[in-house]
């Protein structure tokens, strides 16, 4: 069985940073982007950065400069590194991982975590 598992929120002041991390397990040769969304409360969910298994990255504009993405293709593992977090940046955030080759031919999983909550605040 192939899992989406998120770790890494918390509560963290002005201008401090934090480290998510998305794990999927199971039987998985391969993913195509591992995502991360964030929506805070009564706004519409955002695409926070994307990495690719080709190396892309891309980041909404808001944290360009603050936050990373990166991944760890062997482990199946993507982390979001966020940097100078700013109390804008409070919300639940969720990990996607978008064409997870399983193993079954012509078909492919799209997996989504169960959110982790990020707040900054003072």
């Known amino acids: 069985q192939v899992q989406l598992v998120e770790s890494g929120g918390g509560l963290v002041q002005p201008g401090g940073s934090l480290r998510l991390s998305c794990a999927v397990s199971?039987?998985?040769?391969?993913?195509?982007?591992m995502n991360w969304y964030r929506q805070a409360p009564g706004k519409e969910r955002e695409l926070v950065a994307t990495?690719?298994?080709?190396?892309?990255?891309k980041y909404l504009d808001s944290v360009k400069g603050r936050f990373t993405i990166s991944r760890d293709n062997a482990k199946n593992t993507a982390y979001l590194q966020m940097n100078n977090l700013k109390p804008e940046d409070t919300a639940s955030y969720y990990c996607?991982?978008?064409?997870?080759?399983?193993?079954?031919?012509?078909?492919?999983?799209?997996?989504w975590g169960q959110g982790t909550l990020v707040t900054v605040s003072s």
């Open positions: 199971g039987s998985v040769f391969s993913i195509y982007a």
């Open positions: 990495a690719t298994s080709d190396g892309r990255t």
């Open positions: 996607n991982a978008d064409q997870v080759n399983y193993g079954v031919a012509d078909d492919v999983l799209y997996l």
